[in-house]
């Protein structure tokens, strides 16, 4: 299954869930600001250090139960050996879990290097498992495999590339800031065109003033010119992209699940596909 079937993708990544009654307002949320027509997967953020974490699985599995929408889970591979590793893309594939999110910045404490996470990944798709030079029979599943973007990265093109022909289907980036290196980047064309590209963007500029800050100037500016910046900047970076023979759509942080922050986001996609 491709999740991403539309000529413009959209996830949204969910808030991190420290309980487990936080779950139903996930549904609550879509549903009520009617987010759920444009959202092709929701993306389930995993933070296995510090405060405790609901398990990711148990959110995927709620989320497909509540809103038979595809998921896709973080996976930090710094904090994974290939024992852990193996035990949760068996869990992920019984529960029918779309998507996985490969990444190795996050924390770094030892951990499982991308080629061998994604072999693993793959592995299970052909109902293969291999640990330890043993190969396992397990039931097979077939993961969308996704890595982080960052087009203003030295040699950004190199490791998308790479990370492509390892069998990666998509791509994600951060908050968006400054649109240059991403109209950059796809102009160039020297990535793959036939992965997905997700931007990420930051609809509620409550949420992440403080960071935002950092990039670009938000003195005076208030949350309609943010969003018609942030609107006319994304429209600008699909349209070049598409131009260049690339699938671009959008990954949506709201940072925080409040109601300002769910009305930005249907602002920003009613703007954008009506």
Same mark, same amino acid.
């Given at each position: ?6 000529? !413009?993708p959209i996830t949204i990544e969910a808030p991190l869930i420290r309980r487990y ?8 949320? %879509? ?11 929701? @993306? ?16 995927? /599995?709620?989320?497909?139960? &509540? %809103?038979? !929408? ?8 710094? +904090?994974?050996n290939m024992y852990t590793l193996a035990g949760k893309l068996i869990q992920y594939?019984?529960?029918? +879990? ?16 991308? &080629?061998? #996470? ?17 190969? $396992?029979?397990?039931?097979? $599943? ?14 950004? &093109? ?10 990666? @289907? ?9 649109? &240059? ?26 949420? /992440? ?17 943010? /969003? ?22 959008? $990954? ?11 009305? #930005? ?10």
């Amino acid at each position: 299954m491709d999740i991403f079937s539309g000529s !413009t993708p959209i996830t949204i990544e969910a808030p991190l869930i420290r309980r487990y009654e936080q779950l139903e307002s996930i549904s609550e949320f %879509l549903t009520g600001y009617g987010l759920t027509r444009y959202v092709d997967a929701i @993306n389930i953020p995993y933070h296995s250090l510090g405060k405790p974490t609901a398990d990711p699985g148990y959110t995927a /599995l709620y989320i497909k139960k &509540e %809103l038979s !929408t595809p998921v896709i889970i973080h996976v930090p591979l710094g +904090v994974e050996n290939m024992y852990t590793l193996a035990g949760k893309l068996i869990q992920y594939a019984l529960i029918g +879990v779309e998507g996985l999110l490969l990444l190795s910045g996050d924390v770094r404490l030892g951990g499982i290097s991308y &080629e061998e #996470a994604v072999d693993m990944a793959l592995g299970i798709r052909d109902g293969r498992l291999v640990i330890d030079g043993e190969e $396992h029979r397990v039931e097979s $599943h077939s993961f969308q495999l996704g890595g982080a973007f960052i087009p203003d990265r030295e040699g950004e &093109e190199e490791r998308i590339r790479f990370k492509a022909g390892l069998g990666l @289907n998509f791509f994600q980036s951060q908050v968006l800031t400054d649109p &240059e290196p991403f109209l950059k980047i796809f102009m160039n064309g020297l990535i793959p065109s036939d992965r997905t590209y997700l931007v990420g963007v930051a609809p509620h500029l409550d949420s /992440l003033e403080k960071y935002l800050s950092g990039y670009i100037d938000t003195s005076g500016i208030d949350r309609e010119d943010y /969003l018609g910046w942030l609107t006319s900047n994304i429209g600008r970076i699909i349209d070049i992209a598409r131009e260049s023979g690339y699938r671009v759509g959008i $990954h949506i942080y709201p940072i925080s699940w409040v109601d300002a922050s769910l009305e #930005a986001s249907a602002e920003l996609l009613e703007a954008l596909l009506g």
